[in-house]
C-alpha cells in the first residue's frame, strides 16, 4: 500500500533556530514530491520536486528530494514565529499525503 | 488574485441529511480536486476531474459520496446520508493541467460537522 510518512510528528523551537523536517515515501508511479504550508487554513505550495540532488530554494526554505532513498527533507532557517504551521508533504501521482509535521515557533 | 471559492465555508448537519459542497476553481484550470481532511490528518484525495471527467475516484466512498462536474467548470460533492464520521474539512483544489509541473490551489475549505 502506498504511504507517506512524515516526521516528526510536532516540533516547537525558538526563533532563530534551524529546522529539518522530514518525508518518506513509498508510492508507485512517483511523478513529484510537494511540500504545502497550512496554517488554520487550506494548504499553500511551497515546492515541488521531481529530480533527486537539486535543492530549491524560496528565502529560508529549502528542499532537496532523494529518489535512491525515497524521502525529501525541509529545511528552514533562522525560524520566525510567522513559521509556525503544519507543513505537509505530498507525492503525486495520486496526490498522497502524509499527515504533516506541526512546527510552533516560541518568541 | 484569483482564487479558488468554496461554499458554504461551515455546514451542520444531522446524520442521515444530505449535504452538498460548491466549488468554483480558478478560471481556466482544466483540473480539479475533493480532498477530505480529518482533524491531525493530510488532505486524501476523494475525487480528480479533468474537464468534465472523472480522472480518479479510487477513493471515493460511492454508497453515499458523489461528485459532477458537469459543464467542466465549477463542482459539487455530495453527501447522502451523512454519517458521523464524514465530519472533516472538505477541499476543493485546482490546476491548470494534471501533470507534475502544475502547481495545485486549494480553496479555504468547507468544514462539515455531523451531529
Known amino acids: 500500500e502506498d504511504k507517506v510518512v512524515q516526521s516528526p510528528l510536532s516540533l516547537v523551537v525558538h526563533e532563530g533556530d534551524t529546522v529539518t523536517l522530514n518525508c518518506s515515501y513509498e508510492?508507485?508511479?512517483?511523478?513529484?514530491l510537494l511540500w504545502y504550508k497550512q496554517e488554520k487554513k487550506a494548504p499553500t505550495f511551497l515546492f515541488m520536486l521531481?529530480?533527486?540532488?537539486i535543492e530549491k530554494k524560496s528565502g529560508r526554505l529549502s528542499s532537496i528530494l532523494d529518489k535512491k532513498e525515497l524521502f525529501s527533507i525541509l529545511n528552514i532557517t533562522a525560524t520566525q514565529t510567522g513559521d509556525s504551521a503544519v507543513y505537509l508533504c505530498?507525492?503525486?501521482?495520486?496526490?498522497?499525503f502524509g499527515t504533516g509535521t506541526s512546527l510552533t515557533v516560541i518568541p | 488574485e484569483a482564487e479558488v471559492a468554496q461554499s458554504p465555508r461551515y455546514k451542520i448537519t444531522e446524520k442521515s441529511q444530505a449535504v452538498a459542497f460548491w466549488c468554483d476553481p480558478i478560471?481556466?484550470?482544466?483540473?480539479l480536486y475533493w480532498y477530505r481532511q480529518i482533524l491531525g490528518q493530510g488532505p486524501e484525495l476523494l475525487v480528480q476531474?479533468?474537464?468534465?471527467?472523472?480522472?480518479?475516484d479510487s477513493q471515493l466512498p460511492k454508497d453515499r459520496f458523489s461528485a459532477e462536474r458537469l459543464k467542466g467548470v465549477d463542482s459539487t460533492l455530495k453527501i447522502q446520508p451523512a454519517e458521523l464520521g464524514d465530519s472533516a474539512m472538505y477541499l476543493c483544489?485546482?490546476?491548470?493541467?494534471?501533470?507534475?509541473?502544475?502547481?495545485?490551489?486549494f480553496g479555504p475549505g468547507t468544514r462539515l460537522t455531523v451531529l
Open positions: 483544489a485546482s490546476s491548470l493541467s494534471p501533470t507534475s509541473e502544475s502547481e495545485q490551489f
Open positions: 508510492v508507485t508511479n512517483f511523478r513529484s
Open positions: 521531481t529530480s533527486s540532488g
Open positions: 505530498a507525492v503525486e501521482y495520486q496526490f498522497y
Open positions: 478560471s481556466g484550470h482544466a483540473t
Open positions: 476531474f479533468q474537464d468534465e471527467s472523472v480522472v480518479d
